[in-house]
C-alpha cells in the first residue's frame, strides 16, 4: 500500500489537491506532535511557491514574511537535522561514502565532505538531537 495519496479535481477538499501521507502507529507515536507542525509548515512552503509562479506580486510583505519564517526557521533546520542523523546513522550502521553519494545523487568528494562535517562533531546538533530524539523543540 502506497503510503502516499494524491487527489486532485473538484471532489478535493478545496477543489485543487489533497494529499494524505499515512504513518504506522508506531510512526505516529513517534513523531506525535511534531507532524503536524511539519505538514503546516511544509502547506506554507507550498502555498507559497504556488503563488511565486502565479501571481508573485499578490504577495504582500506579510504573507511572504510568513512563508520565510515558516520555510528558513520552521522547516529547514528540521529537515537539515533530519539529513544529518541519517547521515550519521548511515555511518555507524557500515554504509559506505560511495553509497551515501548515490543516496545524495552527488559526487564521492561531496558526500565524504558532508559526511565528515557532521561525524567530526563530537555531539550531534540540536535539531539532529530533535531528529533522534524529539521532545520540547529546541530553542530558535
Do not use: C, Y
Not at 506532535?33 to 512552503?45: E, G, L, P, R, V
Not at 550519521?88 to 545523487?105: E, F, P, W
Amino acid at each position: 500500500m502506497d503510503p502516499i495519496t494524491i487527489t486532485t479535481g473538484p471532489d478535493t477538499r478545496l477543489g485543487g489537491l489533497d494529499f494524505t501521507i499515512s504513518l504506522t502507529p508506531a510512526q505516529a507515536q513517534a513523531i506525535s506532535t511534531d507532524a503536524a507542525a511539519m505538514a503546516d509548515w511544509f502547506h506554507s512552503a507550498l502555498a507559497a511557491m504556488a503563488t511565486l509562479r502565479t501571481d508573485a506580486a499578490a504577495m504582500g510583505p506579510t504573507d511572504s514574511s510568513t512563508a520565510i519564517n515558516d520555510v528558513d526557521r520552521r522547516l529547514l533546520p528540521r529537515i537539515q537535522g533530519i539529513r544529518d542523523a541519517l547521515i550519521r546513522t548511515h555511518a555507524k550502521n557500515g554504509g559506505t561514502v560511495q553509497s551515501l553519494a548515490d543516496a545524495m545523487d552527488i559526487a564521492r568528494s561531496t558526500a565524504q565532505h558532508r559526511r565528515q562535517a557532521v561525524l567530526t562533531r563530537t555531539l550531534p546538533s540540536t535539531w539532529e538531537r530533535w531528529a533522534n530524539e524529539g521532545g520540547a523543540h529546541p530553542t530558535e
